[in-house]
């Protein structure tokens, strides 16, 4: 039997060459080592990344018992989320609280969220001037944060909304916040040396999110609304199989980690969709006449389930996941998964980022192509931007919605290009990717069909 083996260059050159090009590190990873190799990069040195299908499904669902989900490996985050977070729980804990959040995420309540994303959409874009060159990444945040605060927070305006907007904002783009990031991974950078430091800038900013979220909570406990549908009135509602309810530090971290996973995240694979789309003419053709199509004002639903959006969603979660690993898996007791052996106390991490770069499961894997998702179905464990088992992304339903119906309302009601040639790649630090794509407005669009129209009355006048 094999043990998985790893680079022998110094664990810090590791850490540091992960946290600047992690994609080019586990490349060449996987061509010295192959699917399982060692990456003591995160917070275990011994930890053992793995990207083969039938690897990941023996993990993550068919050996349970002999593989736990521990949080401990994900407490990088910590300082941001809190200790209640559903991320560093495990066990019993752990499936409380994905007990009392998965409801909120359901399929089916996404039809609550159908009309506020487009409307989202629409406001945010409008902001923005004929022939305005602007961020791509800031125009997905702006629609991403607003769609968080709306479907999470149950916030749309007011005071309160504009401040956690503008401080969550300032927490993700200040100048600060690649040190900010070095010191999760780092903790001997945490210092705080007043208000300028890095450090000190994120604990001033966090108190202050703390406090808006906090007044919120203590607001909405003392004036309950049994009408309102966002996920913090469900959560506040929501008792376990013994009849608690979370508390406010439980109910302020999960609130920051559906912040954290919601936003970021979703933002930066929808910036990725607009370059990729904008990039392939042929792409943006096809999508086009797709949601044409569909008429004046489709449901959101029938757009949600459009085959081309899908696939295009879908290689844009495989060129580039965001999220390039599963979270951490632990063995708990010896396995062998595919000739290598794993002990007791091994860390394992599913790569993701390799794993959709198989050539063997997508041929010419750095090229964008929608139509293999047309052409072939792919199994949980080929195609695996949300993770699995124990773990499995909770936002799933959203993240897809949220994707496809931002997507549909740019496209169909405005046009768009990007401002220069350039190939976006993407960027440090750590496991995000949000690339920096220069978009320009180029006004607003009318359908084939509404333009059809439009000629046709002007030859009859
Ligand atoms: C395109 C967007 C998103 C992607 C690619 C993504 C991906 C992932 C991945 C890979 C995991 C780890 C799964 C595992 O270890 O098996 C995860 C976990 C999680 N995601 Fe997402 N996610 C996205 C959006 C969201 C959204 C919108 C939310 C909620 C608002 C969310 C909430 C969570 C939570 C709470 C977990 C932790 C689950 C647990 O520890 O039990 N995610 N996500």
Redesign the pocket.
């Known amino acids: 039997m094999k043990l998985p083996e790893g680079s022998k260059t110094a664990v810090l050159l590791q850490k540091l060459q992960w946290q600047f090009n992690s994609v080019g590190y586990m490349e060449a990873a996987q061509k010295k080592y192959g699917d399982f190799f060692i990456a003591p990069v995160l917070e275990s040195d011994s930890a053992v990344f793995v990207s083969h299908p039938e690897a990941l499904e023996q993990i993550?669902h068919k050996q349970r018992s002999a593989v736990s989900?521990p949080?401990s490996l994900?407490e990088i985050m910590t300082p941001y989320h809190g200790n209640q977070?559903?991320?560093v729980?495990d066990g019993d804990r752990?499936q409380r609280?994905?007990q009392l959040?998965m409801p909120a995420?359901h399929g089916a309540r996404m039809r609550v969220y159908g009309d506020l994303i487009g409307s989202i959409t629409k406001q945010v874009i409008d902001q923005y001037q004929i022939d305005q060159t602007f961020s791509a990444r800031s125009l997905t945040n702006d629609i991403?944060l607003q769609v968080?605060l709306e479907?999470?927070f149950g916030l749309h305006k007011g005071e309160r909304c504009f401040q956690l907007k503008q401080l969550i904002h300032s927490l993700f783009e200040d100048v600060r916040v690649p040190f900010i990031a070095a010191s999760f991974l780092l903790p001997f950078l945490r210092k705080d040396l007043g208000a300028w430091s890095p450090w000190g800038y994120f604990v001033r900013q966090r108190q202050k999110i703390d406090d808006l979220i906090y007044q919120e909570i203590a607001e909405r406990r003392s004036q309950p609304n049994p009408e309102r549908t966002d996920?913090l009135s469900l959560l506040m509602l929501a008792q376990d199989e013994d009849g608690q309810s979370m508390s406010d530090q439980e109910l302020r971290d999960?609130l920051m980690?559906?912040?954290l996973?919601?936003?970021i995240?979703?933002s930066?694979?929808?910036t990725w969709a607009l370059y990729w789309i904008h990039k392939k003419p042929e792409v943006l053709q096809q999508l086009l006449a797709e949601l044409d199509s569909l008429g004046e004002s489709p449901e959101p639903t029938v757009i949600s389930r459009l085959p081309y959006l899908t696939a295009v969603c879908n290689e844009s979660?495989r060129i580039y996941?965001?999220?390039i690993?599963?979270?951490?898996?632990m063995i708990k007791s010896p396995i062998e998964v595919m000739g290598y052996h794993l002990s007791p106390g091994t860390a394992l991490y599913?790569c993701?980022y390799l794993l959709h770069h198989r050539q063997d499961l997508y041929p010419e894997p750095k090229q964008f192509k929608p139509e293999r998702f047309l052409e072939r179905k792919f199994s949980p464990y080929e195609f695996?931007?949300?993770?699995?088992?124990?773990?499995?992304?909770?936002?799933?339903a959203?993240?897809?919605y949220?994707?496809k119906l931002v997507l549909a309302t740019l496209l169909s009601h405005y046009e768009l290009e990007l401002a220069d040639n350039r190939e976006a790649r993407p960027q440090p630090p750590g496991t995000t990717f949000p690339p920096a794509v220069k978009m320009r407005l180029r006004g607003k669009r009318h359908s084939a069909k509404g333009l059809a129209k439009t000629q046709a009355l002007l030859t009859n006048l």
Request: positive net charge.
């Open positions: 993550l989900a949080g994900n977070s559903i991320f729980l752990h609280h994905r959040l995420f991403s968080i479907t999470v996920v999960e980690t559906l912040l996973a919601g936003h995240i979703t930066s694979t929808m979660l996941p965001v999220e690993l599963t979270k951490g898996r599913g993701i695996m931007p949300f993770g699995g088992g124990a773990r499995r992304c909770i936002g799933e959203l993240a897809q949220e994707m």
